[in-house]
């Protein structure tokens, strides 16, 4: 470790609740999740408005009174104080204000999809590449404790060969009479919908399972990508996804074996994904539904506490029956893991601290190859939906002069 803590300084880009969130959890002591490496400081923040509202931001958030506020995302790009911006805008906007702090020497934290198609998420890596920068999606989940201890279970092979995944994150929310046809939910020029906004962490899960822990042929690499089949329904009044469901094949995945001897059957692995904003994967709060993420080995089931963009806790189930009796080496258990201070969005911005402390341009744990992975899928998703966004929206055209900013 290093003798001095190195220092990130933070800029972020746009003032919404998602950007409130991960700014509180930066102004979090790294200490009190026992970090001591690295910290994290709020240098300025950017609305598109004034920056009158980046002040207003600033102050509710808690920044230090030395954070700058300005008045718009090329002034946040330019200055010389921020080593790295967190693109906190509506989908339809992250592969243009990613590319804006890009092309001006910026690391690079952009929220989840990172982008709307992955034609989009191409040209931000070859960039990034070519400009030597930091860039990464930010699917918080991926970098919780829970979730590492999981893959760690899964990577022991002690949960047996895994075949298959379940993964839902729906909500019961009627957002049109909630918020009305312009919310970002519902919103056809913000690329809204269930696929892009929710759907995103069903594909998280399937992924760090399926794609990220599996071994093809060649002992601990990536094989293809999964073989894809959607249904999608839309919103009659807006045209974006309600509702959204994916069955994925991964060929010849053997995730969690570890040795040749423990490979059986083909070695096919399947999943599904499910996303929906019309019925919840929990939809009564008195009775709670079963856990929304089952990952299934030879050797036992693991279930993922809700939310499963959040959750705290996961079980361990060995497989016994009459028949075979337990084949497993670990009992029924579940594992909590309580997020010691805030949201928990602080370890992804931990992992983009020690990776451009270490000068590394992306990170393992969630590679530019993962992402454009999944977008590839939800791209399929879409095609076989029938389901398209603005020209704007799509284009890697940059920068988009009549593109509305948010």
């Known amino acids: 470790m290093p003798s001095e803590r190195f220092t990130l300084r933070w800029g972020i880009l746009a003032t919404g609740g998602i950007a409130k969130t991960f700014t509180k959890d930066l102004l979090i002591d790294p200490s009190t999740r026992d970090v001591n490496d690295i910290r994290h400081v709020i240098t300025a923040a950017a609305s598109s408005t004034s920056s009158s509202r980046a002040s207003e931001f600033l102050k509710e958030v808690g920044a230090p009174a030395t954070a700058k506020a300005h008045s718009s995302y090329a002034e946040l790009a330019e200055d010389p104080n921020v080593d790295i911006i967190y693109v906190a805008t509506p989908h339809s906007h992250h592969y ?3 590319r804006l702090a890009l092309e001006s020497g910026k690391h690079v934290l952009v929220e989840k999809p990172i982008t ?3 034609s989009q998420a191409q040209v931000l890596c070859s960039l990034a590449r070519e400009k030597r920068l930091f860039l990464m999606e930010a699917v918080w989940t991926r970098f919780f404790p829970l979730t590492r201890s999981i893959q760690d279970f899964i990577r022991s092979g002690r949960l047996g060969t895994v075949k298959r995944v379940y993964a839902d994150l729906s909500f019961w929310n009627d957002v049109e009479a909630e918020f009305g046809t312009e919310h970002r939910m519902v919103n056809m020029q913000l690329a ?3 696929l892009l906004d ?5 594909l998280t899960w399937v992924f760090l399972v399926l794609y990220q822990l599996q071994h093809n042929s060649n002992e601990g690499t990536k094989g293809p990508g999964p073989n894809v089949k959607a249904a999608l329904s839309k919103y009659e009044d807006t045209g974006c996804d309600e509702m959204t469901s994916i069955l994925l094949d991964f060929p010849g995945a053997y995730v969690g074996c570890v040795s040749p001897d423990a490979k ?3 070695g096919d692995a399947h999943a599904i ?3 929906n904003i019309r019925v919840s994967n929990s939809p009564n709060d008195a009775h709670p539904s079963a856990d929304p993420v089952r990952i299934q080995g030879t050797l036992g089931d693991i279930t993922v506490s809700a939310p ?3 959750p705290t806790s996961y079980t361990l189930i060995p497989a016994q029956n009459a028949n075979r009796g337990k084949l497993a ?8 893991f309580d997020i010691p201070a805030g949201h928990g969005m602080f370890w992804e911005a931990d992992e983009c601290a020690r990776c451009i402390r270490d000068g590394k341009l992306e990170s393992n744990i969630m590679s530019w190859n993962e992402s454009l992975e999944v977008m590839k899928v939800m791209d399929e998703v879409r095609r076989q939906g029938g389901l398209e966004y603005p020209e704007a929206c799509e284009s890697i055209v940059y920068p988009v002069d009549d593109f509305r900013d948010v």
Do not use: I, M, P
Not at 198 to 202: A, D, P, R
């Open 96 to 98: 243009q204000h990613a």
């Open 308 to 310: 499963s963009y959040r």
């Open 198 to 202: 929710l759907g995103v962490y069903s």
């Open 116 to 118: 709307v198609n992955v």
């Open 264 to 266: 059986k059957g083909n």
């Open 273 to 275: 994904a499910l996303t």
């Open 329 to 336: 080496d670990f009992e029924f258990e579940t594992k909590q």
């Open 192 to 194: 809204g919908g269930a």
